[in-house]
T-cell receptor
Framework: DAKTTQPPSMDCAEGRAANLPCNHS???????VYWYRQIHSQGPQYIIH???NNETNEMASLIITEDRKSSTLILPHATLRDTAVYYC????????????????FGQGTILTVHP | EAQVTQNPRYLITVTGKKLTVTCSQN?????MSWYRQDPGLGLRQIYY???????DKGDVPEGYKVSRKEKRNFPLILESPSPNQTSLYFC????????????????FGPGTRLTVT
């Protein structure tokens, strides 16, 4: 799986957009980008995923660059409840063997939303 | 409400006393998995199950057992707990379909904080 790099921490003002970058320069053609977040000691929460087109759901938007070497998760109107660690993961959907379904979180980005 | 439940949420026990952490999901998911999370080590997979009666080891299976007799339940068993199994444990579930995209959209339980003294 492609390695991902994220900034260790970011700040955002409440009500503003939070833009969280992720670098995955070694991503291969069939790897998807998934984003999760984990609020302190709670179970991780799936946010969104994409392959090459921009994606949007009720939680966030995902912008993937044309060369797919990086992506940005956008929380359009951050709230205090969005304070969490955000993880960017790259996975091959039909990976077989012991990797099937396995999520491996790196260090992620600690997003702090302040009033 | 779609959810994954774990019990107990907190447990303090002594070395060698067998324990079971239960996990149940109400989404008819095929795939279920157990992870442990430790400071500085991130999330590590213990065991996973692709469907009823199909289980396999993850990255750190030593000292743990699992079973999948019913689709909704995936208990984690520690036959003889030791202090190095003190950790935060998460159960997760997801759909598992041809193409495999959905398997990575996992629902996690609230976690079980286990302390072994």
């Amino acid at each position: 799986d492609a390695k991902t790099t994220q900034p260790p921490s970011m700040d955002c003002a409440e009500g503003r957009a939070a833009n969280l970058p992720c670098n995955h320069s070694t991503i291969s053609g069939n790897e998807y980008v998934y984003w999760y977040r984990q609020i302190h000691s709670q179970g991780p929460q799936y946010i969104i995923h994409g392959l090459k087109n921009n994606e949007t759901n009720e939680m966030a938007s995902l912008i993937i660059t044309e060369d797919r070497k990086s992506s940005t998760l956008i929380l359009p109107h951050a709230t205090l409840r969005d304070t969490a660690v955000y993880y960017c993961i790259v996975r091959v959907p039909n990976a077989g063997g012991t990797s099937y379904g396995k999520l491996t979180f790196g260090q992620g980005t600690i997003l702090t939303v302040h009033p | 409400e779609a959810q994954v439940t774990q019990n107990p949420r907190y447990l303090i026990t002594v070395t060698g006393k067998k324990l079971t952490v239960t996990c149940s999901q109400n989404m008819n998911h095929e795939y279920m998995s157990w992870y442990r999370q430790d400071p500085g080590l991130g999330l590590r997979q213990i065991y996973y199950s692709m469907n009823v009666e199909v289980t396999d080891k993850g990255d750190v299976p030593e000292g743990y057992k699992v079973s999948r007799k019913e689709k909704r339940n995936f208990p984690l068993i520690l036959e003889s707990p030791s202090p190095n199994q003190t950790s935060l444990y998460f159960c997760a579930s997801s759909l598992s379909r041809v193409g495999g995209l959905a398997v990575y959209e996992q629902y996690f339980g609230p976690g079980t904080r286990l302390t072994v003294t």
